[in-house]
């Protein structure tokens, strides 16, 4: 009886150990586990990246900070002095570059107003050259015909002078045949009538011979009147033809003025000092950014929404780039960092379930899924990473960094980085 009870005893309790472990066994052989994980979260270094002196800290360890806040101020009197200087710099190159345009503008509507002037210059003596060369064929005709009426008046002047010998001879006889009829009258041998009529030849005669000499002057005269208008002619041609050489003087000249004032040297010297100022404006421009940069970096601000982790600084202390000021741990986005044997991430997925235990809190249960498995073990990234290739070889088995999410974590248990966790990934299909 008793051996009977005590056989109950002992079946009851095989079936309630059961009852309480096998949802234990089950489990742990759908989940692999490691107590090798923490709470991690990207924690944000603050540094500078000016050598100066910090003026202030605006903010204490613990302290919580939002983005865009500053955290503390440094020194910026030297570094205002260099964006002046620079700005005053930028101000004179700029006004320089404006007065390189000017000029440029300038000297282009220069040349286009003497290139028209000196093209009209071109015009006109092309113009006088065409009128002056019609004026002188005009004149060398009018040369011509005072020419032709200089030959006939000389042709008419000799006429009249070979009239005059004729005429004299004339005169002469008709002299001769009056004095001998008045002397016949006398002795009474001629009539008085014939002495009459040979004193009417005789003063014909003599009329005659004046007329003759009188004409002789008149075409004389007219002779050289033509001349003189010849030679007058003349003048005007030559001084006409002296206006055609003075016109084409001035065409050569125009033409010069032309090729100097059209020249693309002018311009183009204009151009490259542009050029020149505008570069020298534009390094202005960048030497400005470059010290508004260097005085906005005396102000150091938060990237990320977060609290003060650790503060490495004092105020008064000079501080380098790339010195760690201030450590700023993020308000969100914390994770587990859990290193899993080689052996437990064979059936390991992203996005497998994981069941998470904080030790600060006891009995509270957290919820996360795998976010990305390493792609190299824990010992690749040490510092003396391990030689397995030589003789004596002792085979250990390495962890594997797996990063986890959390899954809506309950706002009142604050996850702190750093915190020591246990954490169960779902490895079934």
Not at 22 to 33: D, E, R
Not at 72 to 93: F, G, I, K, S, V
Not at 166 to 176: G, H, S, W, Y
Not at 386 to 399: E, S
């Amino acid at each position: 009886m008793k051996k009977n009870l005590l056989l109950s005893l002992g079946a009851v309790a095989a079936v309630i150990a059961l009852i309480f472990l096998l949802p234990i066994v089950l489990y742990a052989v759908a989940h692999q586990g490691t107590d090798d994980a923490k709470i991690d979260a990207d924690v944000v270094t603050v540094t500078s990246k000016i050598s100066e002196r910090v003026a202030r800290i605006l903010v204490d360890t613990n302290q919580p900070v939002r983005k865009g806040q500053i955290l503390m101020l440094l020194d910026d009197r030297d570094e205002h002095t260099h964006y002046d200087q620079a700005l005053a710099a930028y101000h004179a190159a700029q006004a320089q570059a404006d007065a390189a345009g000017e000029n440029v503008a300038f000297t282009r509507d220069q040349q286009n107003a003497q290139n028209q002037q000196n093209e009209g210059s071109i015009s006109q003596a092309q113009s006088g050259i065409v009128g002056a060369s019609a004026q002188t064929a005009a004149q060398e005709e009018q040369v011509d015909a005072a020419r032709a009426a200089v030959q006939a008046a000389q042709a008419q002047l000799k006429a009249a002078e070979y009239a005059v010998p004729a005429a004299l001879e004339n005169l002469r006889k008709a002299q001769a045949d009056f004095a001998r009829n008045a002397s016949l009258v006398k002795s009474g041998d001629v009539a008085q009538a014939q002495l009459d009529a040979a004193r009417a030849t005789y003063a014909s005669a003599q009329a005659s011979y004046q007329q003759t000499l009188a004409n002789v002057n008149a075409v004389r005269a007219q002779a050289l009147q033509e001349m003189q208008k010849l030679d007058a002619q003349r003048a005007e041609a030559n001084n006409t033809i002296a206006q055609i050489g003075a016109q084409r003087g001035q065409l050569e000249i125009a033409r010069g003025k032309f090729a100097e004032s059209d020249a693309p040297s002018r311009l183009a010297a204009q151009q490259a000092q542009a050029l020149a100022v505008r570069a020298q404006a534009a390094s202005a421009t960048a030497q400005v950014k470059d010290a508004a940069d260097q005085l906005s970096y005396t102000k150091i601000v938060s990237s990320i929404d977060g609290y003060v982790g650790e503060k490495n600084v004092e105020a008064g202390q000079m501080v380098s780039p790339g010195l760690s000021l201030l450590t700023l741990i993020p308000s969100k986005g914390v994770y587990v960092t859990a290193k899993y044997k080689e052996t437990q991430i064979g059936k390991m997925r992203v996005g497998a379930p994981v069941d998470i235990s904080v030790d600060a809190y006891p009995g509270v249960k957290f919820h996360g899924r795998v976010a990305t498995l390493s792609p190299a073990s824990d010992n690749t990234f040490s510092l003396i990473p391990a030689q397995n290739a030589t003789a004596n070889f002792v085979k250990v088995t390495q962890r594997v960094p797996v990063r986890i999410s959390f899954e809506n974590p309950d706002p009142a248990y604050a996850l702190r980085p750093g915190m020591s966790v246990e954490a169960n990934v779902d490895i079934r299909p």
